[in-house]
C-alpha cells in the first residue's frame, strides 16, 4: 500500500520559517519525481513544487521560487520543504503527493500537513 | 503560465441525473489533463487522467473527453456520493495549474 506521511506544520510567524517533510512507502521512490502541493482554507488545490527522482531538474511556481526549497533522500524515501521568509498567505494545508505511480494507476496525496502563519 | 477555466462554479443537480462539468485551457495541452474529487476535509483524489482514462477503482459513470483546450467530465448518474468539487489540471507544462474548481450540489 502506497503510504505519504506529512509532518512539520506549525504555527510561525511572518518572516519566519518552516521545513516539512513526507515520509513515503510502498512504491520504488527513487524512480519517482515527486511535488508539493498546497490548498488555502476554501480555495483549490496550489502546485508548488517539483524534484525530479534524481534530484534535479527542479520547478517552483512563481509565489515561492526564492522563499522555498525542495529537496529529497532517497536512501530515506523522503522529500522536504524548506519554507523561508513565510507569509500571511502562505497559510495552508500542505501535500505531498506522488505522479501516477504505474503500478497503482493513481495518483497519491498525504494527509497533508497545516502551516499557519501569523503574529 | 497555463490557464486553466472552470465552468460552472457551481452545478445543481437532482440524484440520478446527468452532470457535465468544463474545463478550458488558455492553450492546447494535447491530452494531459486530469480531474480530481474533493470532499470536505478530505485531500483530492484522482478520477480521470489522460484527459479520458479512469484511474484505479473509479466507477464507470465517471467519464472523461476533450482535448486541446477544451475538456469535459461527465458524471453519468449522479450519486449521493458524488456531491463534491471537482478540480481539472494540467500537467502539460511548468508550472502545474490546477482549475479554480466546480461544486456539484444537490438540487
Known amino acids: 500500500e502506497v503510504q505519504l506521511v506529512e509532518s512539520g506544520g506549525d504555527l510561525v510567524q511572518p518572516g519566519g520559517s518552516l521545513r516539512l517533510s513526507c515520509a513515503t512507502s510502498?512504491?520504488?521512490?527513487?524512480?519517482?519525481?515527486m511535488n508539493w502541493v498546497r490548498q488555502a482554507p476554501g480555495e483549490g488545490p496550489e502546485w508548488l513544487s517539483h524534484?525530479?527522482?534524481?534530484?534535479?531538474?527542479?520547478y517552483y511556481a512563481d509565489s515561492v521560487e526564492g522563499r522555498f526549497t525542495i529537496s529529497r533522500d532517497n536512501a530515506k524515501k523522503s522529500v522536504y520543504l524548506q519554507m523561508n521568509s513565510l507569509r500571511a498567505e502562505d497559510t495552508a494545508v500542505y501535500y505531498c503527493?506522488?505522479?501516477?505511480?504505474?503500478?497503482?494507476?493513481?495518483?497519491?496525496w498525504g494527509q497533508g500537513t497545516l502551516v499557519t502563519v501569523s503574529s | 503560465e497555463i490557464v486553466m477555466t472552470q465552468s460552472p462554479a457551481t452545478l445543481s443537480v437532482s440524484p440520478g441525473e446527468r452532470a457535465t462539468l468544463s474545463c478550458r485551457a488558455s492553450q492546447s495541452i494535447g491530452n494531459t489533463l486530469a480531474w480530481y474529487q474533493q470532499k470536505p476535509g478530505q485531500a483530492p483524489s484522482l478520477l480521470i487522467y489522460?484527459?479520458?482514462t479512469r484511474a484505479t477503482g473509479i466507477p464507470a459513470r465517471f467519464s472523461g473527453s476533450g482535448s486541446g483546450t477544451e475538456f469535459t467530465l461527465t458524471i453519468s448518474s449522479l450519486q449521493s456520493e458524488d456531491f463534491a468539487v471537482y478540480y481539472c489540471q494540467q500537467y502539460n507544462d511548468w508550472p502545474r495549474t490546477f482549475g479554480r474548481g466546480t461544486k456539484v450540489e444537490i438540487k
Open positions: 503527493v506522488s505522479p501516477l505511480i504505474i503500478a497503482t494507476k493513481t495518483v497519491h
Open positions: 510502498g512504491f520504488t521512490f527513487s524512480d519517482y519525481g
Open positions: 524534484i525530479s527522482s534524481g534530484g534535479s531538474p527542479i
Open positions: 489522460g484527459a479520458s
